[in-house]
């Protein structure tokens, strides 16, 4: 591929704009020496304007999520994608999101422009555990946990009953849920099914994942070791059905 076509992929621009930052020499490799459209490259070795490149196709993106942020391309904004350059909305394919958290929820969101990994991940069939961190209005009552782990509990609405979940206290009000679904608002419904309201909802973990060293607001791409864990937590939650 051609190094304008490569960056007009990755969102630098159309694939006119792209030929003509690479024809005005703004794109070169790290020891400075300029790129020409039909030079061959390595993505870690160019740069534009002296910056390293986006993500490469393929990555899987880490993010951590505040509140407020909505997980859509084209809804109200704040975006998560606010959160990134804004040639990330300009990429093709999009680093689209893996699943959703609410906006009201803060934590841990994967973004993939690898369309397969993100249907194995997003699987109804299987699901990699998740941890969420609930804040309560009221303390528990006792039984929750229990009820939680049943295998019984039925959302409103839904004919299928939840798969057994694990819930586990800090302090009466501040809970670490985690499930093996991801139906439509689950957490939250989950503990309106047991009489309960959510004050705060904050996801912690995904699969092997969590959000060490990554500040609110901020991002890094999973190394390659991180993405094959990724891939080895399917295989065993397909395993586990
Ligand atoms: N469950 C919810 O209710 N909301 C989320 O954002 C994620 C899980």
Not at 4 to 33: D, F, I, N
């Amino acid at each position: 591929m051609s190094l304008a076509r490569y960056l007009a992929r990755l969102g630098y621009g159309t694939r006119k704009e792209c030929e003509r930052l690479v024809a005005s020499r703004q794109v070169r490799s790290a020891g400075g020496a300029i790129l020409r459209d039909a030079d061959p490259f390595a993505h870690e070795d160019v740069r534009v304007d002296g910056a390293p490149l986006d993500p490469p196709p393929g990555s899987v993106v880490l993010l951590h999520k505040p509140v407020g942020y909505v997980c859509s391309t084209r809804d109200r904004p704040p975006l998560v994608y606010d959160l990134a350059p804004p040639r990330w909305l300009q990429r093709t394919p999009v680093l689209a999101t893996v699943g959703r958290l609410d906006a009201d929820t803060s934590g841990l969101l994967l973004l993939t422009d690898d369309g397969p990994l993100n249907h194995q991940l997003t699987s109804p069939r299987w699901h990699l555990p998740k941890g969420y961190d609930v804040t309560l209005a009221d303390p528990l009552r006792g039984e929750e946990a229990e009820q939680f782990a049943s295998g019984t509990l039925r959302l409103q609405g839904d004919d299928a009953p939840l798969r057994p979940a694990l819930l586990s206290a800090q302090a009466p009000r501040q809970l670490r849920l985690t499930i093996r679904e991801g139906r439509y608002h689950q957490v939250r419904r989950m503990f309106a099914a047991v009489g309960h309201h959510v004050v705060t909802l904050h996801r912690a973990t995904f699969g092997p994942l969590d959000l060490t060293g990554v500040a609110l607001g901020h991002w890094r791409v999973l190394s390659p070791e991180e993405v094959s864990g990724l891939r080895q937590a399917v295989q065993e939650a397909k395993g586990s059905r």
